[in-house]
Nanobody, 122 residues
Framework: QVQLVESGGGLVQTGGSRRLSCTAS????????MSWYRQAPGKQRELVAA???????NYADSVKGRFTISRDNAKNTVYLQMNSLKPEDTAVYYCNVAGITTATRFDAMDYWGEGTLVTVSA
């Protein structure tokens, strides 16, 4: 029932900025946690940033001070503003949604976006 659509990936030079967006659809009343993960070539998927319904945020040490996660609950959208990008930020970025409340139930299943590729040139 729930679908996530991502946008914003692309090629950017070192030191540049990029903004990712992810919108969830499907009779959603509220979402507990919205987050961004990434998977670089040859590496495991890792948490980049998370934003809870109550306003708490969490960032990977590697992106603190450079990335900012935000939410627009009215549009069921999560954003990731990426500044001062480095080549090591190159990865496929996935949005994740956990703890969805619909008009009829609470859905504990995690939902994943299809991923958007961010490539940072050296």
């Amino acid at each position: 029932q729930v679908q996530l659509v991502e946008s914003g990936g692309g090629l950017v030079q070192t030191g540049g900025s990029r903004r990712l967006s992810c919108t969830a659809s499907g009779n959603i009343v509220s979402i507990n946690v919205m987050s961004w993960y990434r998977q670089a070539p040859g590496k495991q998927r890792e948490l980049v940033a998370a934003f809870t319904r109550t306003g708490s945020t969490n960032y990977a040490d590697s992106v603190k001070g450079r990335f900012t996660i935000s939410r627009d609950n009215a549009k069921n959208t999560v954003y990731l503003q990426m500044n001062s990008l480095k080549p090591e930020d190159t990865a496929v970025y996935y949005c994740n949604v956990a703890g969805i409340t619909t008009a009829t139930r609470f859905d504990a299943m995690d939902y994943w976006g299809e991923g958007t590729l961010v490539t940072v040139s050296a």
